[in-house]
């Protein structure tokens, strides 16, 4: 399926949700902080006034998640509708458990996220906040899988306790939760069906997978033991199975669902690098080539692929 959108976009695009240049400081969203901005926690429920916070969702994202901003970028305008306000969902949660050394206080916020989906989908007036109030829109249209956005908060409640992985096993669930569930909830949001949501979820591990090796190297900083297990051989065995992974779903028909799926644009660069560095995982070394990317990114779009 091609996009129905100028591809060019993905550059600067003419839409009503145009996000002014911002700078991209701080500490990013692969390892779960978007650092400053943004207003976090209870806010007064209200009417939602559509206009104003669906832009401000896309340059959350844009400062936060660059790697989703461009491929939201290179959608249809219909699809960004329903990608902005998940993507700064995803922002928001996984933030969270950063902002505080406290973590009750930390699940008192995700606590907050989790009530005001399930009020969405039951209907109650959209809170005044500039991400859960288009979020709880679009959760009301009935087509974003409630219980995928519910994992989503829950699975950040155990990056409060701030533990370590005890296993392999323990480690996909958490990207399953996180990075699989994200794309489950916006190729449903965009009318995939639910013969799709395996294979969906199968990509979005993988997509999770090659963030959590980007995040290595600041996890560690900050005291946290990211990986179960930091051999080199132990880390290319992993980032292999995620490639494979995505070879085996290269045949798969994902239809409205493509414009999620190329939130993935850079999965495969960032897995073939450590499968061949392992030690540039905690190296910090799986970044660049983004011009190359990009031009990969902007070929996807015109060829109809992911």
């Known amino acids: 399926m091609r996009s129905t959108g100028n591809w060019c976009a993905i550059w600067g695009p003419r839409d009503t949700v145009t996000p002014r240049a911002s700078p991209r400081g701080g500490c990013g969203a692969r390892f779960g902080a978007r650092c400053g901005g943004g207003r976090l926690g209870p806010g ?52 969270i458990p950063w902002l505080t050394q406290e973590a009750l206080i930390a699940e008192m916020r995700l606590q907050w996220w989790r009530d005001v989906i ?7 007036p959209a809170p005044a906040h500039e991400v859960a109030g288009p979020l709880a829109q679009l959760v009301a249209g009935g087509t974003v899988p409630v219980a995928a956005l519910d994992q989503m908060a829950a699975a950040r409640i155990r990056e409060t306790r701030r533990a370590p ?4 096993d323990e480690l996909r669930v958490h990207l399953d939760e996180t990075g699989g569930a994200l794309l ?6 965009l009318g995939a069906g639910p013969e799709l949501e395996a294979a969906v979820r ?7 997978l090659a963030n959590w090796f980007l995040a ?5 900083a900050r005291g946290r ?4 297990d ?12 995620a490639l494979e992974e995505m070879q085996a779903l290269r045949s798969v028909r994902f239809g409205p669902a493509l414009p999620a799926m190329r939130s993935l644009w850079r999965v495969r660069s960032v897995l073939s690098r450590a499968a061949r560095d392992p030690a540039a995982v905690a190296g910090g070394r799986l970044g660049g080539g983004d011009l190359r990317a990009r031009a990969g990114l902007i070929w996807k779009v015109a060829t109809g692929g992911w």
Do not use: I, K
């Open 44 to 95: 007064t429920r209200a009417r939602y006034q559509p206009g104003m916070s669906l832009t401000e969702c896309a340059r959350l994202v844009e400062r936060g998640d660059p790697d989703r901003f461009h491929a939201t970028m290179a959608a249809p305008v219909a699809a960004r509708a329903v990608l902005w306000p998940l993507n700064a969902f995803n922002l928001e949660v996984a933030r």
């Open 118 to 124: 399930a009020g969405a989908a039951e209907g109650a």
């Open 165 to 168: 992985f005890a296993d392999e």
């Open 184 to 189: 489950w909830a916006a190729a449903a949001g």
């Open 202 to 208: 199968r990509a979005g591990r993988a997509g999770a």
């Open 216 to 220: 290595v190297p600041e996890l560690e």
């Open 225 to 228: 033991q990211p990986m179960v």
């Open 230 to 241: 930091g051999r080199p051989e132990a880390v290319a065995r992993l980032a292999r199975g």
